[in-house]
């Protein structure tokens, strides 16, 4: 509760209280509305701006052929193949990678929460990737894979030849791994976040009732997680979606690899396609609010919980 | 308490499996810069009989301001990031001020709206910032990546100083006006100092995250004249055509990541309060 309400309260209902919370609505009002305004600019109006654009014929290299298209350029999308290959890409990359990222994350809020010593080392380490530009980290994994500067190569096991981004899958391990990677500390500290907040008395009791590790951890922790856990499967989902810097350093989208976000900006940038290249960015920003949709109604995430942070 | 050795093993063994991932990447980078053409590909962590070369990052500040494929895009990195940060950590501290301490009906639909727009999904302006930007004259600019970064250092902003200025105790500063301070000392000495850590941990990771981004800075500049380091290591050539740039990005990215680094670990403590205030409902 904050001071001003408490105040606010206790002055109850006169008209000198009145006056006063008008002020304060006025003034909360004006300090926010620089911010709000701001971010309205830069999401809103160039959403409506590329809906504009999605329904015009508009190639930059032919600027005197523009004209309405209509649904077109969505018709056009719809019907590739690669559009859907790039969608399957994208959720394929996403789900594997939110999946492990969950699975290591939780065991290394475990280890920061629970070890017996080191929690100041595993705390320091996980913090290096958060750190790391993901570009710099995407250089750093395509040369350690490949086979003219990698050391992959040169483990037991692996072929000396090995050409990992000559192929879908083996390029598509190395995305998610660089992916998991960069994006898993985040993770393990909302989970941590999470983990704290449990009654470390539940344990003792548990203990007491003769539950083992296994059975304290699947009764008490996943379920009084689950808020904590829903909110970060969700920030990281959709994060996970706009899948970008990883791909364009290790494959530029070649071997069959390009997610949604790839397409656009080849259809935007590179061929300077403004009407099918908005078409795509309008269905991206339409799958993000189905994505998000199902967090939120189906799963019942509770926005106001969350926060961003990802990378 | 006691612990058995095989407790002691177990975690051993899963502090070392984190430590080690954790910093392959790393270490690789830099055992790679430390490289020449001769040696890139010999798959080994240090060199055999020391081979070091500094060869890498003496080409990258070659040619001075105009001829150097790194300097120019360095320095836009940081004023980029810094310009950023400041404009996006005012307008936030605002907003979050008054968050935390007034009440006035639409602050939770903002929180959530800033919620919102941190999952947007970038790629869907490039197409209109393309547009509006050329027509502007906004395009490979400065303020021309500056505002779209505001779609992401805004709701970050916003949301870890509210966390923040929420746990002040605001009544201090009516405490001290009633000792006698003058409404301007009260804030100067009793809450800034509050605030300050709070505000500067929200810069940090604003600034970490305008640093790291590559789809503006690719798509909104085409020249150093506002490319910013991950937007220029894509586009490095290396020093002669015939060799491949490996040695080069390695050291221009060894450059820009040692700093950042040593930074988030000095700052840790902070920095994991930032990522994870508000995570937890309180």
Known sequence: MNAAAGRLRLGGGGPAATERSREERRLGWMLCAPAVVAMLLVTAYPIFYAIALSLQNLDLRFPDQTSWAGLTNYKTVLTSSLWWTDVFNTAFITAVSVTIELVLGMAIALVMYRAIFGRGIVRTSVLIPYGVVTVVAAFAWFFAFDPASGFVNHLPLVPDDKAWFGGRWSAMSVIIMAEVWKTTPFMALLLLAGLTTIDAGLYEAAKVDGANAVQRFFRITLPLMKPAILVALLFRTLDAFRIFDNIFIMTRGAQNTESVSILGYNQIISRTNLGLGSAVSVLIFILVLIIAFVFVRVLGVRMAEGRPGAT | ?282
């Open chain 2, 1 to 282: 308490m006691r612990h058995g050795s095989r407790e002691y093993g177990f975690w051993s063994v899963g502090i070392a499996l984190v430590l080690v991932f954790a910093m392959l990447p790393i270490v690789w980078i830099i055992s790679l810069s430390l490289k020449s053409p001769a040696t890139v590909g010999d798959g080994r962590f240090l060199p055999a009989g020391g081979n070091w070369t500094l060869d890498n990052y003496k080409t990258l500040f070659e040619g001075g301001f105009s001829g150097s494929p790194f300097i120019h895009p360095l320095i836009n990195s940081i004023a980029i990031a810094l310009i950023s940060t400041v404009i996006a950590i005012v307008l936030a501290a605002l907003a979050a001020y008054a968050i935390a301490r007034l009440d006035f009906p639409g602050k939770t639909a903002i929180l959530v709206g800033a919620l919102a727009i941190a999952m947007f999904p970038q790629i869907s302006t490039i197409g209109p910032l393309f547009d509006m930007w050329r027509s502007i004259g906004l395009y490979n600019t400065y303020p021309g990546l500056i505002i779209p970064y505001l779609t992401f250092s805004l709701p970050l902003a916003i949301y870890i100083l509210v966390a923040f200025y929420r746990e002040i105790p605001w009544d201090l500063e009516q405490a001290a006006q009633v000792d006698g301070a003058t409404p301007f000392q009260a804030f100067r000495k009793v809450i800034l100092p509050l605030a300050a850590p709070g505000t500067f941990t929200a810069a940090i990771l604003v600034f970490i995250f305008c640093w790291n981004d590559f789809l503006f800075a690719i798509t909104l500049t085409s020249s150093n004249a506002s490319r910013t380091v991950p937007a220029a290591l894509a586009f490095f050539t290396g020093s002669s055509q015939f060799t491949a740039p490996t040695g080069n990005i390695a050291a221009a990215a060894v450059i820009v990541t040692v700093p950042i680094i040593v930074f988030v670990l000095f700052f840790q403590r902070r920095i994991v309060a930032g990522l994870t205030a508000g995570a937890v409902k309180g």
